[in-house]
């Protein structure tokens, strides 16, 4: 008769468990956060006392008879090795957010963002916000909320005013992700700023050349605006822009062809402004929303009765009290 041998779970070594706690740490970073993940990840470390080929107690493998025990084969790294591993960077990652947050004055920690969706909503035309002919001329849309069932809204700065070297730190400091939408009539005397910016994470958006109304201005104009821009991102940056805000959100059928011919494939606004002292909404709740586009502005204490570092912190106190994330918009699109 051969050697009889057992599976795994007669041994009292499954890995049903470590399957299942795998399972749970991706169930626990989307739902009860770090608290959640560290439980989950104790129970991986117990479940896999029984891979690396011992009895079940720990103990390393005894060789096999007749193989010499300096000839045997080193038994394999457990994989609890790599998951004290990943908690310990969750661990310090999470300190050093408590640490800003409390440096930067915010009344809670902000919340930390699902993972990018795999599969990107659609995105439509707001009602009412559409052009003549909007979709058989394949224009960009033009929204104030991104579809998505996340709890998350989305931070855009617009313009290029101010340039305060506090709010490069913060949100630095803070992982805060944001969308820039650029006017090249502010932003050229310092581009290095908006470089820091774009190496923090921050995309770097069009926002025209020189900030104009453009329904006043003919086709011919609203491209060179449009495309001119363009053109100084790529440049500066090195990526040409596919999202593209219109000065003071005013837009009509010649923006957005110019637009799409200068390579532009979305036209988000916002639903909502934040100031340094006060919100702006769209909706009459006067609330936030899932997917959600708050606009803010480059400004500094020469337009407000404050800094960006006070815009950001009235920001975020207000949505994480509301349980929301701040994501990033490019990561939906």
């Known amino acids: 008769m051969g050697p009889v041998v057992q599976d795994d779970d007669k041994r ?3 890995h049903v468990p470590r399957r299942r706690a795998l399972d749970g740490i991706r169930r626990g970073a989307g739902r009860a956060g770090i608290r959640s993940v560290f439980v989950v990840l104790a129970l991986a470390v117990l479940a896999s006392g029984c891979s690396g080929g011992g009895d079940g107690s720990g103990r390393a493998a005894r060789p096999a008879p007749g193989q010499q025990p300096e000839k045997a084969a080193p038994p394999a790294a457990p994989p609890a090795r790599a998951l004290h591993a990943y908690a310990g960077r969750l661990r310090a990652a999470h300190r050093a957010r408590v640490a800003a947050a409390r440096r930067w004055g915010l009344g809670q920690v902000p919340l930390t963002p699902p993972a990018p969706p ?7 035309t707001r009602k009412g916000f559409e052009v003549d002919g909007h979709e058989e001329l394949g224009l960009p849309p033009v929204f104030t909320t991104v579809p998505t069932e996340d709890k998350v809204v989305f931070l855009t700065i617009d313009d290029g005013a101010e340039k305060d070297p506090a709010f490069l730190r913060m949100m630095n400091e803070l992982k805060i992700p944001y969308t820039a939408f650029l006017s090249d009539y502010l932003v050229k005397d310092d581009y290095g700023y908006f470089k820091k910016l774009q190496d923090q994470g921050a995309g770097l958006n069009n926002h025209t050349l020189h900030h104009p109304y453009l ?9 060179r605006e449009i495309c001119g821009m363009q053109d100084v991102i790529e440049e500066r940056y090195g990526k040409r822009p596919t999202l593209f805000r219109p000065p003071y959100g005013n837009y009509d059928r010649d923006t957005l062809r110019a637009a799409k011919t200068c390579g532009v494939r979305y036209a988000p606004l916002w639903n909502e402004e934040v100031f340094v ?3 702006e909404y769209r909706e009459e709740d006067r609330d936030l929303h899932p997917g959600d586009i708050v606009l803010s502005h480059f400004r500094g204490r020469g337009d407000w009765k404050g800094t960006m570092p006070d815009m950001v912190r009235r920001f975020m106190d207000k949505v994480t009290a509301k349980g929301y994330a701040v994501a990033r918009l490019e990561d939906y699109l």
Do not use: F, M, N, V
């Open 12 to 14: 009292g070594c499954s």
């Open 118 to 124: 795999a599969h990107k909503p659609e995105i439509t």
């Open 215 to 223: 329904p006043a201005l003919s086709y011919a104009r609203q491209k």
């Open 277 to 279: 002292d006060h919100w």
